[in-house]
Each structure stands twice: as structure tokens, then as C-alpha cells.
């Protein structure tokens, strides 16, 4: 019989009278389908190098048995038997495998998600308990700027909180590598007068370790020992008389005045999962220029923006009657349950508290929580910042 040629014609002949195909199936039953086939996807990957293996050894059987004569068909099918039985070894051998890689993955992924999963560093109320909180003004390592550390401590002999204080100082000293490794005013050389609450220091020895700073550095930290003690004053005193010498400055006594308005901005250092929470020396005079600073880095004392670029914050409101701060974000805003929206959070939070609000409420956050903080209601400013874990 001749062979039919074909022409481009004859073919679209052929193809107009062909019946017309329809798919019946509902658009439920494709989806289920093609989530079916996604759900099982992972696994299939992972099954194709062991099912191109048993199809390589079932065909080197069958083009092998080409070459046997009819006397070697018994051989040939034993050999057969053999390797089938093989096969099916390692094929169970591979599904145990895929099964405890599968248990693997899930134990890697939650390992995962435990490790990334954002963490608080700032003290609220409810970590507080039974026990006492005290907040030690450190230098960084630099010596640029004042850093809060905040560490909570059980009180069983009733200590005064000046004793108290001067009996943690050491434990505090050296707990992060951003920090210096002295304080430059250090408690041990301070005595407490019960009766007029104040402080007296008693300078025993130069402070050749002090060096020159500038005059809101000095009172930042004279003032975070003030009110930490909950003293009305500092005295200076050397060999008995009054007054002394402080590197670049002499003083004789300081009052207390509340530290307040100021903007809190980060401190990095080898790892940016856990910078410092910093607030720069100088007030604001209105909460929405604090916060407005915040979104940029201060490079001269090496402190970086705590408001990142993923956070557009619209306006602020107020709620005097509550105390409460209410924070608008943009559309633009794009926040993400991670650590660098919870620094952000926070720095807000302490910000906020620095201003003399009691608590925050985020609008048009996209997100309902961030490191165990609910966006959904409002949030209870921290009574601290910077928590470090010590010996007790």
C-alpha cells in the first residue's frame, strides 16, 4: 500500500473534523489535584535518582539477556530473581531513609524557627516579680556614650537599694564586649547618707581612667546612679574636702533631675542580632522630632538608626487621659515578625516612655505580633532597657 503524504492542508482538514474534546472535571477537583501533586512534589524529587537506578539495573537485565542461549535461560532468570530482590532491599532501604530525612527537615525547621524567632532584651513589668531592678550606666567600649544595663536581682537580707546596688556592680561589669570593662564613678567608692538621701563621693584615687568627655555624657551617667539609688544629690568630696577633680571637670555636687524626652538608638556590635538599646544624651523637645531622629544613624558616637526603612511612621496621636501614644503607620510600611521590627518596637516603646506616655498603640501594623508583643492591643511601655542575666 502507497504511504498517504501529508500537506499542510490534509492536516488541518483532519484537525477540523475531529470531535471536539471537553474537560468535565470541576475547577474543585483540579485544584485539589494540582494540590495533591505539590504535596507530594518534594518527595518525588528526592525518589527520581533512586527510580532512575532501578531502571538502569532492570535494563542492563533485559539488553543482557541477548546474549544468552537457551541453556542459560535458568541462570539468566535466577540472576533475574536475585537482583529483583535487590532492588526491592533497597528500595524499602530508601523509603526509611526519606521518612528520617523527612523527620530531619521537620527538626530543622523548627530548630530554625526557635533560633530566629525574635527576642526581647527590655524589662515589663510582669518579668519583674519578686524581685528588684537595677539599671548600671556603663560606657561602650569606646567611651562615647552611656549604656543602661538593667539586671534583676532577689533581695533576701533586705538591702537598702544603695547596698543592694553596690553589691551587684561587679556582676554587671564586663557581661558584653560593647561595653567597657569599668565604671568610671564606681559605687565602691561611694557612701550614702540615709538621712538627707544623698551621695557622697569619696575620691581615694585619680580618675586617670575617666578621660574628657563632654558634659551631657558625665550628667547622663551621675544622673542614671542617682536615680537607680533614688538619692536627691551627689556630693564630691577628696581627702575630706569638698570638691574634686574629674578628668577634664571639678565638681562638688550635683542634683537630681529626671532623665527624660530622650530618643533611644542602637548600639551594634560584632553581631546586629543584638545590638544595645542606647538613648543619646540629648532631649527632644517633642516626641515626634525623637522620633523623627531615630530613622537616622549618629555616626560620630557610632550609634545606628533604630527606626528602619520598612517602618513609615504617618502621624502620632495622643491620648492624655490614658496616657497612651497612639503611632499611625503609612501603607507604605512593611513590617516583618523579626528581630530588627522588634528593636524597632521597642526603641518606640522606650521612647515613648521617656515622654511619660504608659503605653503604645500600633495602627495599620499588617502584622499581629512580634516577639511575643500582641499589635493588636496596646502595649505597656518597658521599665527598662538592656536585661542581662547574671549569677545571683
Not at 339 to 355: D, P, R, V
Request: net charge negative.
Amino acid at each position: 500500500m502507497q504511504k498517504q503524504k501529508w500537506n499542510d492542508e490534509k492536516i488541518i482538514h483532519v484537525l477540523k473534523h475531529m470531535p471536539s474534546i471537553k474537560d468535565e472535571r470541576s475547577a474543585e477537583f483540579i485544584y485539589r489535584t494540582i494540590q495533591t501533586k505539590k504535596k507530594f512534589e518534594r518527595k518525588s524529587r528526592r525518589l527520581m535518582p533512586i527510580l532512575a537506578t532501578i531502571g538502569t539495573i532492570m535494563l542492563l537485565f533485559i539488553i543482557s539477556q541477548s546474549f544468552f542461549d537457551s541453556n542459560s535461560i535458568n541462570s539468566f532468570n535466577s540472576e533475574k530473581k536475585s537482583a529483583e530482590n535487590s532492588v526491592m532491599i533497597k528500595t524499602e532501604s530508601a523509603e526509611e531513609a526519606e521518612k528520617k530525612a523527612d523527620q530531619n527537615f521537620d527538626i530543622a525547621d523548627q530548630q530554625a524557627e526557635m533560633v530566629t524567632s525574635p527576642t526581647s532584651t527590655a524589662i515589663y513589668k510582669e518579668d519583674v516579680g519578686d524581685l528588684e531592678l537595677l539599671t548600671y550606666p556603663i560606657p561602650d567600649v569606646n567611651v562615647q556614650v552611656v549604656v543602661p544595663i538593667s539586671i534583676l536581682v532577689a533581695n533576701p537580707n533586705h538591702l537598702s537599694r544603695f547596698d543592694l546596688y553596690v553589691q551587684n556592680v561587679k556582676k554587671v561589669i564586663g557581661v558584653n564586649k560593647q561595653l567597657s570593662g569599668s565604671l568610671p564613678i564606681s559605687p565602691e567608692l561611694l557612701s550614702y547618707d540615709f538621712s538627707e538621701n544623698n551621695i557622697e563621693v569619696n575620691v581615694k584615687q585619680e580618675f586617670s581612667n575617666f578621660g574628657s568627655h563632654s558634659e551631657d555624657f558625665f550628667n547622663t551617667m551621675v544622673q542614671q546612679q542617682l536615680q537607680t539609688i533614688g538619692a536627691k544629690k551627689m556630693e564630691f568630696y577628696t581627702n575630706g574636702k569638698r570638691g574634686a577633680v574629674l578628668g577634664n571637670r571639678e565638681e562638688t555636687t550635683i542634683e537630681y533631675q529626671p532623665l527624660e524626652n530622650r530618643a533611644y538608638f542602637l548600639l551594634n556590635g560584632e553581631s546586629d542580632n543584638q545590638p544595645l538599646y542606647v538613648p543619646w544624651e540629648k532631649p527632644y523637645d517633642s516626641i515626634e522630632n525623637a522620633f523623627e531622629a531615630m530613622e537616622d544613624d549618629i555616626e560620630t558616637h557610632g550609634l545606628t538608626a533604630s527606626i528602619p526603612d520598612t517602618i513609615d511612621i504617618d502621624k502620632v496621636s495622643k491620648d492624655e487621659n490614658k496616657g497612651q501614644l497612639i503611632v499611625h503607620l503609612s501603607n507604605e510600611s512593611n513590617m516583618q515578625e523579626d528581630q530588627k521590627t522588634l528593636h524597632a518596637i521597642e526603641s518606640i516603646l522606650l521612647t515613648a516612655k521617656e515622654f511619660k506616655y504608659s503605653s503604645v498603640k500600633f495602627e495599620n501594623t499588617k502584622v499581629k505580633e512580634v516577639g511575643g508583643l500582641s499589635l493588636t492591643n496596646e502595649l505597656a511601655v518597658p521599665l527598662a532597657a538592656n536585661k542581662v542575666d547574671i549569677e545571683q
